[in-house]
């Protein structure tokens, strides 16, 4: 049953715009989806109602629960036509399988498919043997021993609302060039001088930043969502990745038509590359996608998940290790396969837009069959990654998909990692200079 929808309302992204310009910091844009309510241009179809149940609703109702595929006719539920209004289940409507995984790490979710070369990545490294991935190696390892992490490890806090200036513990040290506090490792070979030059600049912004973000808690001064994305952006910026935010403040809203619904919507941040073309086809270069993001003011919530352990495991005990800076008690690792634990997670409404935006800019990935993905809640980043084919992904732009097929596309994201706890970068350091290096890649 289809009920006429209105015609869709101006354009928006799925935020909202906020002025930032009596801030010291350099805000233009804000993208956020607090206070959005649902669009009035939703229509969906529902589960089979009686002639009398449909004369009894009104007109301009909107139906709110989703109904299952027919895989004989092809028929599909339909979505939001703005990316704000989705929710997770608008993407297991377009049978998107939504997997939550804190058990994986980040370096495993982007390590395993690169390039539109399709080449996986231990073929790279037959092909390329060392040359990257020792420099790869180094750049970990004198980042892990700089005094960025030295910084790091001096802040004391819970949340990101129990930081003050006192807690910070001489932060304004790094901020302040007069301190002359260098985030450059002693004894670095003359080969990583350049990347760490660049570390050094972005670190000490970053510091910045930081100390300015805190002083406006003390001082009853809002931190908008642009400060968080101003954040980020900087310290993504330290490892060689570049949104280029400042030469395009407007990110272009991106469209993507699934059956006769038009869906539209913006990221916060895109990182992209450019792939150089033969001259024939008049269009020298083209963008491809790297990572996209989205910045959220919220912070995550806290969902259970089960985790199986096999005692005695050398692969699994690592595996747990790696899970999470809270601690799983040896006697349910000793005496049982899976443990629940609480891990910090997205909301349904931020896996639906997040994935919505995936979906729409997914042809533009640098990557085969996959693109990747980065949600920031405050302080804390989740990587995610849409996997499907080509074929899986115009069948649902044509609306003919089959709920009870096996092989489906998938949305996996990881748990929360906090960028300012030295325990949980650790294990951020290498997939963002993976990144970073990947970015300025020639494709």
Not at 333 to 346: E, G, H, R, W
Not at 382 to 400: C, N, P, S, V
Request: with cysteine.
């Amino acid at each position: 049953m289809a009920s006429g929808s209105k015609k869709p309302k101006q354009i928006s992204t799925n935020s909202e715009e906020t002025s930032c310009s009596n801030q010291s910091d350099s805000c233009h844009v804000s993208n956020s989806s607090e206070g959005s309510s649902p669009s009035k241009d939703v229509s969906f179809f529902s589960t089979p109602e009686s002639d009398t149940d449909i004369k009894r609703r009104k007109p301009n109702s909107i139906e709110q629960s989703s109904s299952q595929v027919n895989s004989d006719t092809g028929n599909y539920s339909k979505v939001p036509h703005n990316l704000s209004d989705w929710e997770k289940k608008h993407i297991e409507n377009l049978n998107i399988k939504v997997s939550y995984r804190p058990d994986i790490s980040p370096l495993q979710l982007i390590n395993r498919t690169i390039q539109k070369t399709g080449l996986q990545i231990f073929e790279v490294r037959r092909l390329d043997p060392d040359e990257e991935e020792k420099k790869i190696v180094s750049l970990v390892k004198y980042v892990q021993q700089s005094k960025f992490m030295e910084m790091l490890s001096k802040i004391n806090y819970l949340t990101f609302r129990d930081l003050s200036r006192k807690s910070l513990k001489g932060l304004d040290m790094y901020a302040d060039d007069r301190y002359q506090c260098s985030f450059i490792p002693d004894e670095l070979p003359e080969s990583l001088k350049l990347w760490f030059y660049r570390f050094h600049t972005h670190g000490k912004m970053f510091a910045h930043i930081l100390h300015k973000m805190v002083e406006n808690m003390e001082e009853g001064i809002q931190n908008y969502q642009c400060h968080f994305q101003h954040l980020f952006e900087t310290f993504t910026k330290m490892f060689g990745m570049f949104s280029f935010v400042s030469l395009m403040p407007c990110i272009e809203v991106q469209k993507m038509n699934i059956m006769d619904t038009e869906v539209y919507g913006a990221p916060d941040i895109l990182y992209s590359c450019h792939c150089w073309k033969p001259p024939v086809d008049n269009e020298m270069k083209k963008s491809r996608i790297v990572a996209i993001c989205e910045v959220k003011k919220e912070v995550p919530l806290f969902k259970e998940h089960q985790i199986s352990l096999s005692p005695g495991s050398k692969t699994r005990e690592k595996s747990r290790k790696r899970l999470s800076t809270e601690e799983i008690s040896s006697s349910s690792v000793s005496c049982s396969t899976t443990v629940k634990k609480d891990f910090p997670s997205m909301s349904d409404k931020l896996i639906g837009q997040h994935g919505g935006q995936m979906l729409l800019n997914y042809q533009q990935s640098n990557r085969c069959d996959l693109i990747i993905g980065l949600v920031v809640q405050e302080t804390k980043v989740t990587f995610t990654a849409l996997e499907m084919t080509d074929h899986q992904y115009q069948r649902i732009k044509e609306g003919k998909i089959i709920h009870s097929e096996k092989n489906r596309p998938t949305f996996t994201f990881t748990k929360a990692y906090d960028f300012l706890k030295v325990e949980d970068l650790e294990n951020i350091i290498e997939p963002f200079i993976r990144l970073g290096l990947e970015q300025h890649r020639a494709v």
